[in-house]
């Protein structure tokens, strides 16, 4: 007889390209995600790995045969889920991930708007890099996306996703408020080539920064690196160099305490645009939740509390 659950373990084995990491990621002993595996080897009498010492264990032929039809069918299951919530009143967990550097500006809000008017509908958020908000949802840990891409980028978005751009944000910029540029009503990014930028230690996220400057041929310094807004707000307050946001904080101190102003960049256009997607369907069929999630954005992103956090290119 089918066994989801042992099929499951398969699937995060080959993921995961290791009996004891794929363990850690689903909370199961490793012995446990071993005896399904063999109990599966045997049901289909051939070998799903190859068990090699210093890589872990990669697919056999079968192997990737089996996982492709495990993929269809838990894809399936979860459109049977979805297609069941919207028999009743729209309920349950919508999940959502959205980029890190954008999140504090967005989710509150949608969280509110949801609680509000969707008591039943539970929104929760996985902050993530913008590839991985893409893996999240491919493999239906997350049912819609909000991210960020350079608008040169098309290309690099997959055929599977379906995406509406929602914002082509202008750039900011944010000092220390006794830095000597936060007296200049505006700033160039001539201006910025001699000052130290504190920039995400995200590669995607700083490209993005970096990507204004190309035009002029230089570049700024880059001075240090962090992994959060907050501490980004915090670096700058302490004076160790400027950085550029899309965003408009509702805030003028840091973290620490520090003061802060955001001053607009002139005379340049948007490079980037901020997209929510979700992933398409084999029919043309979204589930409620989801269409409920895309017009409540829409709505967010025309609302004043967004016009306060971001400036759109006209």
């Known amino acids: 007889m089918l066994n989801l659950k042992h099929l499951s373990y398969f699937v995060a084995t080959a993921r995961h390209g290791s009996f004891s990491r794929a363990a850690e990621k689903i909370h199961i002993s490793k012995s446990a995600i071993f005896r399904a595996v063999e109990l599966l080897e045997g049901q289909c009498q051939t070998q799903l790995f190859f068990r090699e010492r210093a890589k872990g264990v990669v697919l056999t032929n079968d192997g990737e045969h089996l996982l492709h039809m495990c993929e269809v069918l838990f894809q399936d299951m ?170 408009r904080p509702m805030v003028d101190r840091s973290f620490a305490g520090d003061r802060l102003v955001t001053r607009p960049l002139s005379n340049v256009s948007s490079n980037t645009e901020i997209f929510v997607g979700y992933a398409s369907r084999s029919e043309d069929w979204i589930s409620s939740k989801t269409k409920t999630f895309l017009e409540l954005t829409r709505e967010y992103f025309s609302s004043p509390q967004c016009v306060h956090h971001f400036v759109a290119e006209q």
């Open 78 to 247: 979860r459109n049977l889920e979805a297609r069941m919530s919207d028999l009743g009143a729209i309920s349950g967990e919508l999940v959502l991930a959205c980029v890190e550097s954008l999140a504090a500006c967005i989710v509150p809000y949608l969280t509110v708007m949801v609680m509000k008017r969707y008591p039943s509908l539970k929104l929760r958020t996985i902050e993530a890099l913008p590839e991985q908000a893409l893996d999240l949802l491919r493999q239906g840990e997350a049912d819609v996306i909000i991210s960020i891409r350079p608008r040169t980028d098309s290309a690099i978005l997959p055929k599977w996703l379906e995406y509406e751009v929602l914002m082509r944000p202008l750039p900011c910029v944010t000092l220390s408020s006794s830095h000597p540029l936060a007296r200049r009503r505006t700033i160039t990014l001539e201006d910025l080539l001699d000052h130290p930028l504190v920039v995400m230690s995200q590669p995607y996220i700083t490209q993005i920064s970096l990507l204004y400057f190309q035009h002029l041929n230089r570049f700024p310094q880059i001075a240090c690196e962090t992994n959060t807004i907050e501490n980004l707000r915090a670096l700058i307050g302490k004076g160790l160099g400027v950085g550029m946001t899309h965003f």
